[in-house]
């Protein structure tokens, strides 16, 4: 794989060291057509001069070529013309055509990895410190594997075209979504009400080229249903007043249930696909809202394999298998006490609405003594609190903690 994003985050350079992205791409397009077309190795180095030819390299080498075999780094400096031969360094010459066996046999110790190759193209750094202290730690040579660049570069197809097209080969755009409508439109930057979360960033221009390039495909990611002020509601709507990504733009959606491959469906094939990832407590609702629209049949029912989508499924999954879903896989810059209180913080919002206030109350009767958590109280500035208020505060966290102390 080769990687190309606005954001170069800790992850991709997981990916990197791990050898998962290691094909490499080249600035130059002729030396990109070589590698694409198989006559390079993944070091950049030709295979042999027969699969230069093999891949399109004209056979002659004249003063030209010679000059351009020496910038693109395929072939040793110190290989000259002496008239119409080529002469190596041992004083031996041999003909200025690749297509003769003699000088194949000649120029192959002197064959080259191709320069400027890279296997990630970014515009910027964001991770934790421990991603920015690796960076340090890494030499020249690994170093030079990634390519910082403009973000108009990785954003757009425009500019060096025929180049990135090679390059984004069989290319797998991946972005966020906050919600997405049952006939595949994307939200992403903005609410219904004209609020705006963030921009849009390349997302739009990454959808886009997943569509204006052969074979690929765009990924749209999103949590099935969202908790706001004690109620849950579905991510995935029958309409939206505001969009990101137009329906005719749908793709592929992946939510925690599954994925949805959308693209060249209609929009009956369209809904169905995002109901069998939609979180079950709200299936119901939505095929309803389908069925008036006359998107779906009256007689419409959805697999039984897809009705049992809720939380309580993956949350057993999850204690099944734990090492498969560490909190943080990539690292984090949260101490542990930091990981725990956030854990708490989150319980402690889930329980603010009515049908849990009684819970919460208990809870906080219940709490253990602020020695139980020193460290925890201390992070928070509550290990002194002045006041009825801040020994509110200290209770609900420290029931909190407790609440969530086993996870």
Known sequence: ????????????????????????????LRVQQLALAGALDEQGRPYSVQALLDAGLAPAVDAPALAWLHASGLLAAQVQLAGDRLQLPDGLQVPAALSEPQTQQALQAHL??????VLLHGGFFLGPQAFYQRLRELDAAQLARFGMTGICFINELHGEEQLKRLQRRDARFINSAFTITLLGAGVADQLEDGRVLSGVGGQYNFVAQAHAL?????????RSWRESAGQVSSNIVWEYGHVTIPRHLRDMVVTEYGIADLRGKTDAQVIEALLAISDSRFQLG???Q????????????????????RPERLQALRAEHPA???EYPLGSDFSCEERELLRALNWLKSKFKLTELFELGKATLDAPAAQAFPRHVARMGLDEPAGLREELY??????????????
């Not at 080259?112 to 190759?117: D, F, H, I, L, Y």
């Open 286 to 288: 939505l095929i309803e």
């Open 214 to 222: 052969h074979d690929a495909r765009s990924i749209l990611l999103l």
């Open 112 to 117: 080259r990895p191709a320069v400027g190759g």
């Open 290 to 309: 389908a069925q008036r629209a006359g998107k779906l049949p009256r007689d419409f029912q959805l697999e039984p394999r897809f009705c049992d989508n």
């Open 324 to 326: 498969l879903f560490a």
């Open 1 to 28: 794989l080769y990687g190309c994003s606005e954001m170069f985050v800790s992850g991709l350079l997981a990916l990197a060291e791990a050898g998962v992205l290691r094909r490499a791409v080249y600035p130059e």
């Open 394 to 407: 200290q209770r609900l966290l420290l029931a909190g903690l407790q609440a969530t102390a086993a996870r």
